[in-house]
């Protein structure tokens, strides 16, 4: 089973910052929180992942907890073309175990 | 292009016709992995191989499911006498070996068995 938490779904207006969270509360301390997307008919497209501190990218933020119980990723300006299926994942076997994921929405 | 690339794109068989996709994987990863995807459902992990040696086998992988990479390079999965249930997306993805190694997927191959 995962063994992270998000939201079903959210909307964000595009041009704003979507902020998708995640809850992995049993994370183990070497475990890594990855994100991937993933658009209709495609395969999942990485974004960006981290361990303790927060990373950036040309894609998004990352954003963890000092305890690392939950995450938050960060899309700065949300476009259309970000409507997506957002996946967060807890790894450190290689073996990446994905949930339902949330369902990003953006509209005009 | 020098990512992951998968073939077919499509299949579509029917139900008892053996089928083998392939899988290209960016050719520095060491690992190759293979998920499969239902509709609505997130990627569940099959199996992964380190150069040609299989390390993990997931239970979904049945008896009728095998897969191979003879040379280390690129990576076959074969399904044997289809049912109808097979119909899915199967992912392939590589990766360099280690902790916080990212995996890089294919665009996949959507199998429908009739």
């Known amino acids: 089973d995962a063994k992270t938490t998000q939201p079903p779904s959210m909307d964000c207006a595009e041009g704003r910052a979507a902020n998708l969270p995640c809850n992995h509360s049993t994370i183990s301390g070497n475990e890594y929180v990855y994100w991937y997307r993933q658009i209709h008919s495609q395969g999942p497209q990485y974004i960006i992942h981290g361990l303790k501190n927060n990373e950036t990218n040309e894609m998004a933020s990352l954003i963890i907890t000092e305890d690392r119980k939950s995450s938050t990723l960060i899309l700065p300006h949300a476009t259309l073309r970000d409507t997506a299926v957002y996946y967060c994942?807890?790894?450190?076997?290689?073996?990446?175990?994905f949930g339902t994921g949330t369902r990003l929405q953006v509209f005009p | 292009d020098t990512g992951v690339s998968q073939n077919p794109r499509h299949k579509i068989t029917k139900r008892g016709q053996n089928v083998t996709f392939r899988c290209d994987p960016i050719?520095?990863?060491?690992?190759l992995y293979w998920y499969r995807q239902t509709l609505g459902q997130g990627p569940e992990f099959l199996t992964y191989?380190?150069?040609?040696?299989?390390?993990?086998k997931s239970r979904l992988l049945s008896d009728r499911f095998s897969a191979e990479r003879p040379k280390g390079s690129f990576s076959t999965l074969e399904i044997q006498r289809t049912e109808q249930g097979d119909s899915a997306m199967y992912l392939c993805a590589s990766s360099t070996a280690g902790a916080g190694k990212t995996q890089y997927f294919g665009p996949g191959t959507r199998l429908l068995v009739l």
């Open positions: 191989f380190q150069n040609e040696a299989q390390l993990e």
């Open positions: 994942i807890v790894d450190y076997t290689d073996k990446l175990i």
């Open positions: 050719s520095e990863h060491n690992r």
